[in-house]
């Protein structure tokens, strides 16, 4: 029986002037105007406006956070693109 491997996101976090993190994660976690909000493994496609707060990227091996002013996170197919303070 074969084995199933776990889905991951591929994540790129940066700003206009700097590259924060391109690797892969278990999830992302940022506010909205709504408020906090996780994005995991074959999420529905998102596009949202981020909100001042922290955004948090859980990997296999450390929990990254990002302080952000404003940004934008996108998602689709797994791939994450998250652009901070712009």
Known sequence: MAQTVKEQLQ?????????????????????????????????????????????????ATETLRFKVQNGILKNKNNQVDVFLNI
């Not at 976690?29 to 994005?39: M, P």
């Open 11 to 59: 994540v790129r976090v940066r700003s206009p002037y700097q590259d924060y993190f391109t690797g892969t994660a278990n999830s992302i976690s940022a506010y909205n105007r709504l408020g906090l909000f996780d994005v995991l493994p074959e999420h529905a496609p998102l596009f949202s406006l981020l909100e001042p707060g922290v955004v948090t990227v859980v990997t």
